[in-house]
């Protein structure tokens, strides 16, 4: 099974920004994207992305804030996150194929008002 490693995460201000990576073990031709879980809620999609990264998805709340892409090679997709706010709190979670079929272990993203 393919492993998903996340990183980038951490604790930054409000209106700041933050650059979540996440590398696939393996290589896949397969579509990767982004959930999100915060304290007390079910887990949400965040963003999602093609093989061959021509195709993007976002949640209407992080439309114009935030943007998915791949690297190079293909294995690796990142998140942009700019503008941020406190709602945007919780753990992030790559993901891998729609539906997905493997996950991240996730990375915490704190943003303080």
């Known amino acids: 099974q393919v492993q998903l490693v996340e990183s980038g995460g951490g604790l930054v201000q409000a209106g700041g920004s933050l650059r979540l990576s996440c590398a696939a073990s393996?290589?896949?031709?397969?579509?990767m994207g982004w959930f999100r879980q915060a304290p007390g809620k079910e887990r949400e999609f965040v963003a999602a992305i093609s093989w061959s990264g021509t195709d993007t998805n976002y949640a209407d709340s992080v439309k114009g804030r935030f943007t998915i892409s791949r690297g190079n090679p293909k294995n690796t997709v990142y998140l942009q996150m700019n503008s941020l706010k406190p709602e945007d709190t919780a753990v992030y979670y790559c993901a891998l194929g729609s539906p997905p079929t493997s996950w991240g272990q996730g990375t915490q993203v704190t943003v303080s008002s």
């Open positions: 393996a290589r896949t031709s397969r579509s």
